[in-house]
């Protein structure tokens, strides 16, 4: 087997460590070790992804502030005690103990673990968004600058197979005019993440189009492949509000009268969670920290945040917003995020010059204006939501970056945090533009 070079650290001594600039195409006579940081549903299913090639990935370390979820991870992956940690901090005291590490903590938390561990030599998959500022994720890119630490950003969408085959036919439909895309959130996705959840307020995470819509306008920067110079945009908080909750709902769902007739019933959702898998297992996860039982359910509606009316809570973010984008060279696109949907794939259309190219996440519709016939792709990946693996965007993400940091290949990562500081520029100008009833210019 081929073996490293010897791995240098910041000050060029030896260290026992690797990153994805101390053996430039030698593949290691190891596996890469990984420490996770933030061990809840994305650090959870990264790491999971990661185990699954046990010749090129070992999980080494974890830390995460609650016992129940640290312990269960540990369990999982072997990690001895004296590398389990309660917090980042902690962690990064002990100095370097892994190649690489996940930061899977919540959006105001990236900046500090980022940061350190960049300085510590780590290469650092980093869950979106960067960060809930823009203040912040320039910093997060400025960080990769000046250290040299490959920040990757979990931009899934990216890296699906859908992705790799739309870019490939592009070129058929000629010069792109404009194009048209719709993120269609979920219901009931919306209601358990947006309006109970982590991310339904703007002053403890951020607004929804950063949370849950970033991926979208990052994709759209990567396979138009122009920058933006002006946006616009429209929506709010039109629905999940005090004032439409019907006269008979209580605060909790589950000894609502209507509990069998609402359609954002927390009492359906989670305990459809209990019998089903999927999307709605995921959310039962989430409610009860991996808990798949009738008395954590009833006790999580009756006590926890996922238990509450969604008229009843304190979110604000926006349930429905359109941006429009003007990029380089004159080409428009328009963008629409709503919770009002089924939980379906994203829907988009390029319109161009010799034809048009449409697609649902999985299939793709290639139509020749000359020839006035329609080429139909599958690229036989459904399933677009995170339970789902994004479409296999979360295994080939996974997969690129243990191979990049195995091989010493860093061009497999399509996502790194300079591209990334870019996409998200665009959307806090989007949000500005929002807020002040504005066109602003990038």
């Known amino acids: ?28 006579d190891r596996p890469v070790r990984i420490a996770v940081v933030g061990a809840g549903a994305r650090g959870a299913a990264y790491a999971g992804l990661a185990a699954q090639w046990p ?35 902690e962690l990064a005291a002990h100095g370097r103990l892994a190649d690489a590490v996940i930061v899977a903590t919540l959006d105001a938390d990236h900046l500090a673990p980022a940061r350190t561990f960049a300085e510590q030599g780590y290469d ?4 979106k968004p960067i960060a809930p500022t823009e203040a912040e994720s320039t910093a997060i890119g400025e960080v990769a600058a000046r250290t040299g630490a490959v920040i990757a ?38 209601a358990h993440s947006f309006v109970r959840g982590n991310w339904r307020r703007t002053d403890e995470t951020a607004f929804s189009l950063l ?43 589950l000894d609502c009268p209507l509990q069998n007739l609402c359609p954002y019933s927390a009492t359906t959702l989670y305990r459809d969670g209990l019998r089903e898998g999927g999307t709605k297992q995921y959310f039962t996860r989430v409610m009860t920290a991996g808990d798949l039982t009738e008395e954590a359910v009833t006790r999580a509606l009756a006590e926890g945040p996922y238990g509450r009316c969604v008229y009843a809570c304190d979110n ?14 004159g080409v428009t696109a328009s963008f629409t995020m709503t919770a009002f949907t089924p939980l379906e794939n994203r829907h988009t259309k390029f319109f161009g010059t010799r034809g048009q190219l449409t697609g649902d996440g999985r299939h793709l519709h290639l139509y020749d204006f000359r020839t006035e016939r329609t080429t139909t792709v599958d690229t036989s990946l459904d399933g677009s939501s995170a339970a789902e693996g994004h479409a ?13 940091l195995h091989q010493g290949r860093p061009e497999l990562i399509r996502s790194r945090v300079e591209d990334s500081v870019e996409g998200h520029r665009v959307v806090f100008a989007a949000e500005r533009a929002r807020l002040t009833g504005t066109v602003v210019t990038l």
């Open 392 to 404: 296999g965007g979360d295994e080939n993400l996974i997969r690129c970056f243990v191979d990049a």
């Open 316 to 329: 604000d973010v926006a349930d429905h917003q359109v941006v429009s984008l003007e990029y380089e060279g």
């Open 1 to 28: 087997m081929t073996r490293m070079t010897t791995a240098m650290d910041s000050r060029g001594t030896a260290s026992p460590h690797a990153n994805l600039h101390s053996h430039p195409g030698t593949p290691l």
């Open 211 to 253: 949370t849950k819509s970033c991926h979208d306008i990052d994709w759209l920067g990567h396979v138009i492949g122009r920058r933006v110079l002006r946006t616009s945009s429209f929506g709010g908080l039109a629905h999940f509000r005090p004032e439409n909750r019907p006269a008979e709902a209580t605060d909790r769902c």
């Open 124 to 127: 650092i998959l980093l869950e």
């Open 55 to 89: 010749e090129k990935a070992e999980i080494a370390a974890v830390a995460d502030a609650r016992p129940t979820v640290r312990a269960r991870f540990a369990a999982r992956h072997s990690i001895p005690a004296d590398r389990v940690f309660t917090d980042w901090r």
């Open 153 to 190: 950003v979990c931009h899934v969408m990216r890296y699906t197979r859908y992705t790799e085959q739309l870019r490939a036919l592009l070129p058929q439909i000629g010069d792109i005019v404009s194009v048209e895309h719709l993120e269609p959130v979920g219901a009931y996705h919306f």
